[in-house]
């Protein structure tokens, strides 16, 4: 998809939201659903269909900074607050001089009280800088939409501002970027967890790409002996060719995260507009429409499923993000911790929109099966780093029906995965019901034992519409930390429940789900909303749970589905679960983990083949497809088909 590289063309913006009067009446209205049309008439009118959510999200866009500069959003507090306003008020070209006066204020402060030899900012240590450490994205975005000499919306910044913010700049950047840390191996090096590392070398190539244009500072030296010229061109190539890498082996380490998504897809943005490379901002481009798709075919009406890190389940604060692009009507649309959407003119590709409007519910069930990033390579020296495996054994796996999502992540609970992967792990089930108010589902919940976040808690594996999960043992070597029980938590309004012979039968009346703890049974909270192993035995603790879901379309009925689940073949020994299902046709064999016998360990079977975890594929679905190692991924969306090329310059 080609963009304009600029957003300062006022012109296209004025139309584009002249358009929203003449679409607002279609966008505001009850939605046509796609469950009620026959697969023919799905994406009937697609066109119109896409300008009507183009110009939605740019109202609800100018909303959020309305109602940001008017004070009716909470914000950070501090100079993070005071960035997002300060940017909201530049942008819309109001209270233009109190948000110089502040910006100037905060640099001068900054400036006047660095040190010579600063040590290097970190999220818990961010010293005084004018922007705290995760407001740097919308820092850098106010220079570079409002500077002097700015293609987008020039001269909103003073030059007594503009000056001190470079200055400013400077000062951080000379301290803290390395050369020896933006060359061609170092793709997948993160400089701490991977939201830390996006608040980090992105700025770098901004900052010194922005400097190397004023004579003042391109021949400066940054502490590493090298100068802002050599910096520029370094990580110019470097993010040249980071949007490829990403794309040719799996986008996100912390996916589908909770907390950190917020401050990992800002960046996205301003490299795909702010960049004075053109193949930068191109590149960015793809990866933003590459990432949108993946986050569309994925989620129920907006909420991911499928198997994530650090993430909490429930309703995700990042929703609310997608949704100034998405424009789902009656959901929340906003940001809390950036303003950098709400001031994008990034538009979401045809693909995803139809994914989200009119593929779903599906008329067939299907797999979803994309590698992602997690494995180590090598860990960092010194805590400096760790580099992640470009071909890690990670596949996020999804089973998709007309009613629900079952997913999960497919791993090797023997190999070592970076504490940002394995941290708080989630899997479960999403029921996809329309007149529903909200996403309900079945899914994970990790008792918190220790200091830090449970780290390796369980591993899964799935096939189809079955998933299996084991407990991990604590320990050092291998073994799961800060973890308690795992639990199964059912979140769904109206939901049936039903105790049965052992197992837990769950139904909205459309999806089913059958729950069994295959070690010693269950027992349930008093608002019977969580259910817990019964014979947990503490930190040695392996217990298994099966997770089986099923709908109308496969069973019939909620009646039919009970009595097929505890007909299904199933054999559980201390070494093995042996469950067949489908009528047989189907069956999954996972051998327990134990830390005492980890040589004997092996990989769990899946119709009497070893699970895969390098696949051909880095993207599987009837939607979206890509093979491994290829520039060219293929989204394929009833009439629209795009290709996704990385190798291309512009």
Same mark, same amino acid.
């Given at each position: 998809?080609?963009?304009?590289?600029?957003?300062?063309?006022?012109?296209?913006?004025?139309?584009?939201?002249?358009?929203?009067?003449?679409?607002?009446?279609?966008?505001?209205?009850?939605?046509?659903?796609?469950?009620?049309?026959?697969?023919?008439?799905?994406?009937?009118?697609?066109?119109?269909?896409?300008?009507?959510?183009?110009?939605?999200?740019?109202?609800?866009?100018?909303?959020?900074?309305?109602?940001?500069?008017?004070?009716?959003?909470?914000?950070?507090?501090?100079?993070?607050?005071?960035?997002?306003?300060?940017?909201?008020?530049?942008?819309?070209?109001?209270?233009?001089?109190?948000?110089?006066?502040?910006?100037?204020?905060?640099?001068?402060?900054?400036?006047?009280?660095?040190?010579?030899?600063?040590?290097?900012?970190?999220?818990?240590?961010?010293?005084?800088?004018?922007?705290?450490?995760?407001?740097?994205?919308?820092?850098?975005?106010?220079?570079?939409?409002?500077?002097?000499?700015?293609?987008?919306?020039?001269?909103?910044?003073?030059?007594?501002?503009?000056?001190?913010?470079?200055?400013?700049?400077?000062?951080?950047?000379?301290?803290?970027?390395?050369?020896?840390?933006?060359?061609?191996?170092?793709?997948?090096?993160?400089?701490?967890?991977?939201?830390?590392?996006?608040?980090?070398?992105?700025?770098?190539?901004?900052?010194?790409?922005?400097?190397?244009?004023?004579?003042?500072?391109r021949n400066r030296k940054l502490d590493d002996g090298h100068s802002v010229l050599d910096h520029a061109a370094a990580h110019t190539r470097y993010f040249r060719e980071w949007p490829r890498s990403r794309a040719k082996n799996g986008l996100w380490v912390e996916i589908g995260s909770s907390t950190y998504q917020k401050y990992?897809?800002?960046?996205?943005?301003?490299?795909?507009?702010?960049?004075?490379?053109?193949?930068?901002?191109?590149?960015?481009?793809?990866?933003?429409?590459?990432?949108?798709?993946?986050?569309?075919?994925?989620?129920?009406?907006?909420?991911?499923?499928?198997?994530?890190?650090?993430?909490?389940?429930? =309703?995700?604060? *990042?929703?609310?993000?997608?949704?100034? #692009?998405?424009?789902? @009507?009656?959901?929340? &649309? /906003?940001? %809390?911790?950036?303003?950098?959407?709400?001031?994008?003119?990034?538009?979401?590709?045809?693909?995803?929109?139809?994914?989200?409007?009119?593929?779903?519910?599906?008329?067939?069930?299907?797999?979803?099966?994309?590698?992602?990033?997690?494995?180590?390579?090598?860990?960092?020296?010194?805590?400096?780093?760790?580099?992640?495996?470009?071909?890690?054994?990670?596949?996020?796996?999804?089973? =998709?029906?007309? *009613?629900?999502?079952?997913?999960?992540? #497919?791993?090797?609970? @023997?190999?070592?995965? &970076? /504490?940002? %992967?394995?941290?708080?792990?989630?899997?479960?089930?999403?029921?996809?019901?329309?007149?529903?108010?909200?996403?309900?589902?079945?899914?994970?919940?990790?008792?918190?034992?220790?200091?830090?976040?449970?780290?390796?808690?369980?591993?899964?594996?799935?096939?189809?519409?079955?998933?299996?999960?084991?407990?991990?043992?604590?320990?050092?070597?291998?073994?799961?930390?800060?973890?308690?029980?795992?639990?199964?938590?059912?979140?769904?309004?109206? #939901?049936?429940?039903? @105790?049965?012979?052992?197992?837990?039968?769950?139904?909205?009346?459309?999806?089913?789900?059958?729950?069994?703890?295959?070690?010693?049974?269950?027992?349930?909270?008093?608002?019977?909303?969580?259910?817990?192993?019964?014979?947990?035995?503490?930190?040695?603790?392996?217990?298994?749970?099966?997770?089986?879901?099923?709908?109308?379309?496969?069973?019939?009925?909620?009646?039919?589905?009970?009595?097929?689940?505890?007909?299904?073949?199933?054999?559980?020994?201390?070494?093995?679960?042996?469950?067949?299902?489908?009528?047989?046709?189907?069956?999954?064999?996972?051998?327990?983990?134990?830390?005492?016998?980890?040589?004997?360990?092996?990989?769990?079977?899946?119709?009497?083949?070893?699970?895969?975890?390098?696949?051909?594929?880095?993207?599987?679905?009837?939607?979206?497809?890509?093979?491994?190692?290829?520039?060219?991924?293929?989204?394929?969306?009833?009439?629209?088909?795009?290709?996704?090329?990385?190798?291309?310059?512009?």
């Amino acid at each position: 998809m080609i963009r304009p590289s600029s957003l300062s063309v006022l012109t296209l913006a004025r139309r584009l939201l002249g358009t929203i009067a003449a679409f607002c009446l279609h966008a505001s209205a009850t939605p046509v659903h796609a469950g009620n049309l026959p697969a023919t008439d799905r994406f009937a009118g697609h066109e119109q269909l896409v300008a009507e959510v183009h110009a939605a999200s740019l109202k609800l866009r100018m909303q959020s900074l309305r109602k940001t500069l008017a004070g009716g959003v909470i914000v950070p507090s501090g100079k993070w607050g005071e960035n997002l306003r300060c940017l909201t008020a530049l942008y819309l070209n109001e209270k233009t001089d109190e948000a110089n006066a502040r910006l100037l204020e905060c640099a001068n402060e900054f400036i006047a009280s660095i040190p010579e030899n600063a040590p290097k900012t970190s999220p818990e240590n961010p010293g005084k800088l004018p922007w705290t450490f995760f407001s740097i994205t919308d820092y850098l975005r106010i220079l570079y939409l409002f500077h002097a000499k700015s293609p987008h919306f020039p001269g909103r910044l003073k030059p007594e501002t503009e000056a001190a913010m470079k200055e400013a700049l400077w000062l951080w950047v000379r301290g803290e970027s390395r050369l020896a840390d933006a060359g061609p191996d170092d793709q997948f090096l993160l400089l701490g967890t991977e939201n830390h590392d996006l608040n980090r070398r992105p700025p770098y190539y901004l900052i010194t790409a922005f400097l190397m244009d004023d004579p003042a500072y391109r021949n400066r030296k940054l502490d590493d002996g090298h100068s802002v010229l050599d910096h520029a061109a370094a990580h110019t190539r470097y993010f040249r060719e980071w949007p490829r890498s990403r794309a040719k082996n799996g986008l996100w380490v912390e996916i589908g995260s909770s907390t950190y998504q917020k401050y990992s897809w800002p960046v996205l943005f301003n490299l795909h507009e702010l960049s004075p490379d053109p193949v930068v901002r191109h590149r960015f481009g793809l990866l933003l429409d590459l990432a949108c798709i993946e986050e569309a075919q994925i989620s129920v009406r907006g909420r991911r499923g499928g198997g994530q890190s650090r993430a909490e389940g429930g =309703r995700n604060s *990042f929703d609310a993000y997608k949704n100034l #692009l998405f424009a789902r @009507d009656g959901q929340p &649309a /906003g940001s %809390s911790h950036s303003q950098v959407i709400e001031t994008s003119r990034y538009q979401l590709p045809a693909a995803a929109i139809l994914l989200d409007r009119r593929a779903f519910p599906a008329i067939n069930p299907f797999a979803i099966r994309n590698r992602v990033l997690g494995q180590i390579k090598t860990p960092g020296p010194d805590g400096e780093g760790q580099t992640i495996a470009s071909n890690s054994a990670l596949v996020n796996y999804a089973w =998709r029906s007309p *009613f629900y999502l079952l997913g999960s992540t #497919l791993q090797n609970p @023997d190999i070592e995965y &970076a /504490g940002i %992967s394995r941290q708080k792990r989630w899997c479960g089930m999403l029921f996809d019901d329309p007149s529903a108010a909200t996403v309900g589902s079945i899914d994970t919940v990790i008792e918190k034992t220790g200091s830090g976040r449970p780290q390796h808690s369980f591993w899964s594996v799935q096939h189809e519409n079955a998933l299996i999960l084991q407990r991990i043992a604590s320990g050092k070597d291998g073994g799961s930390y800060s973890t308690g029980e795992i639990s199964i938590r059912f979140d769904a309004p109206g #939901l049936e429940i039903i @105790d049965e012979g052992g197992w837990i039968f769950a139904s909205n009346g459309k999806a089913f789900a059958g729950v069994k703890f295959l070690d010693g049974g269950h027992q349930w909270n008093k608002t019977r909303t969580l259910a817990s192993p019964a014979a947990y035995t503490g930190p040695d603790d392996t217990g298994r749970i099966l997770i089986h879901a099923g709908d109308v379309t496969t069973h019939g009925s909620f009646d039919r589905f009970r009595k097929a689940l505890p007909a299904y073949p199933l054999v559980v020994t201390a070494g093995k679960v042996n469950y067949s299902f489908g009528s047989g046709k189907q069956n999954i064999e996972m051998f327990r983990y134990d830390l005492a016998a980890r040589d004997s360990f092996s990989l769990p079977r899946v119709n009497g083949s070893p699970i895969d975890l390098h696949p051909a594929a880095v993207y599987q679905s009837p939607f979206l497809n890509g093979v491994s190692a290829s520039d060219r991924i293929t989204a394929t969306i009833g009439p629209v088909r795009q290709v996704l090329d990385f190798a291309s310059l512009r």
